[in-house]
C-alpha cells in the first residue's frame, strides 16, 4: 500500500523569500502631518499674526517715533554745536551797492553758529553769481568766526521811470529794484516808455554818434516800442524816426552846430521823416506840444 502523501509543513521558497523581505522593512507607519502641525508651517502662520498686529501697534505709535526722532536730532545738533570749532558769527559784504541784503544771505546759506570750516565756497560763490545783478562774487573764510563776501555789481547806465517806480538797468537790459539809491543815481539818463530797458543798448550805441548832443541829454522815451524822443537839459525833445536813427542824430547836432536850433524857442525837433524837419514853438507856458508816436 502506498503511504498517503504527507502535508507540506513549510512555504514554498517564493513565499518564504516574500515574508523574509517584509520582515526585514517592518511593519509600514504613515509618517505624514496634517497641514497645521507642519512647524515651517505653524511658523509663517505666527509671523504673520504677529506682522498685523505689530503694524496696527505701529501705526498707533508713529506719532511717538516721530517726536521722538525729532527730539533725539535737535540733542545730536546740539552735541555737534557744542563741539564745533569756528562757528559762524559774522557775515561781512564788501561792494554791495544795489543788492538785497536778503539775497545775498539766501544765496549764501548760512546762519549763525554754522561751522565755518563747513561752508562750501566755490557752490556760495555760484549762487551769488546767480543773482541777476552780479557780476562776480569771492567767498572767503576769515577764522575764527567771519565769512568775508566781495561782490563786484553790475554798472547802472540808466534809471528807467514806469509809472511811480523806478528801476535801475545795466547796458544789457538787466533791472533791479535796489534797496537804496546809490551814490550819483541822480546823473543817471533817465529812461521813459514801455520796454525801454530792452532797448538800452541801442540806445547808448546811437548815443555814442553824438558825444557832444549826449552831454545835453537828459532822459529818453522809448514811444510806441519802436522809436526815440531824447529830452535835452533845456527841455527840447528831438524826436528821431524808426529808420536809420543815427542819421537823423546827426543832422541834429549839425543844426544846433550851424544855427544854435536847440537852444531856442522851439519845444521839439522832429526828424522823424527823413527829408522834413518840422519845428514846433513851446506853448506860452513853456510846455513842449505832444505829438503823435
Known amino acids: ?32 502631518r496634517p497641514l497645521w502641525r507642519q512647524p515651517m508651517l505653524l511658523g509663517i502662520v505666527v ?5 498685523g498686529v505689530g503694524g496696527g501697534w505701529w501705526a498707533s505709535r508713529e506719532g511717538w517715533l ?4 525729532a527730539r533725539l536730532d535737535a540733542v545730536s545738533r546740539s552735541v555737534v554745536s557744542a563741539i564745533t ?42 549762487r551769488l553769481e546767480a543773482i541777476d545783478w552780479v557780476a562776480g562774487a569771492t567767498v572767503e573764510r576769515r577764522l575764527p568766526d567771519t ?15 514806469n509809472g511811480t517806480e523806478y528801476t535801475l538797468i545795466d547796458r544789457n537790459g538787466r533791472t533791479v529794484r535796489a534797496s537804496r539809491m546809490p551814490p550819483g543815481a541822480e546823473s543817471l539818463l533817465l529812461l521813459g516808455g514801455p520796454g525801454a530797458p530792452e532797448h538800452v543798448g541801442e540806445l547808448l550805441l546811437l548815443l555814442a554818434y553824438e558825444p557832444a548832443l549826449t552831454s545835453q541829454l537828459r ?26 536813427a543815427v542819421a537823423a542824430l546827426q543832422q541834429a547836432a549839425k543844426l544846433e552846430a550851424q544855427h544854435k536850433l536847440l537852444s531856442r524857442e522851439f519845444g521839439v525837433v522832429d526828424l522823424r ?10 506853448g506860452p507856458d513853456g510846455a513842449v506840444p505832444s505829438g503823435p508816436a
Do not use: H
Not at 498517503?4 to 512555504?11: D, F, G, V, Y
Not at 516721530?66 to 526722532?69: F, G, I, P, T
Not at 561782490?151 to 540808466?158: K, N, Y
Open 66 to 69: 516721530v517726536e521722538a526722532q
Open 147 to 161: 565769512l568775508y563776501v566781495t561782490l563786484r555789481e553790475r554798472r547802472a547806465v540808466a534809471l528807467w521811470q
Open 219 to 244: 532822459a529818453a522815451v522809448w514811444v510806441g516800442q519802436r522809436r526815440w524822443n531824447l529830452v535835452l537839459n533845456s527841455g527840447v525833445e528831438i524826436w528821431l524816426p524808426e529808420e536809420d
Open 85 to 126: 570749532p569756528f562757528k559762524l558769527a559774522d557775515v561781512t559784504v564788501e561792494g554791495r551797492d544795489y543788492v538785497e541784503r536778503d539775497a545775498i544771505l539766501a544765496a549764501l546759506d548760512v546762519k549763525s553758529g554754522d561751522s565755518l570750516l563747513g561752508v562750501d565756497l566755490q557752490a556760495s560763490r555760484q
Open 1 to 32: 500500500m502506498s503511504a498517503a502523501p504527507k502535508t507540506a509543513s513549510k512555504k514554498s521558497p517564493a513565499g518564504r523569500r516574500d515574508y523574509d523581505r517584509r520582515k526585514k522593512r517592518g511593519p509600514m507607519r504613515k509618517t505624514s
Open 273 to 282: 521823416l527823413p527829408d522834413k524837419l518840422y519845428l514846433r514853438k513851446r
Open 47 to 51: 509671523a504673520l499674526l504677529g506682522c
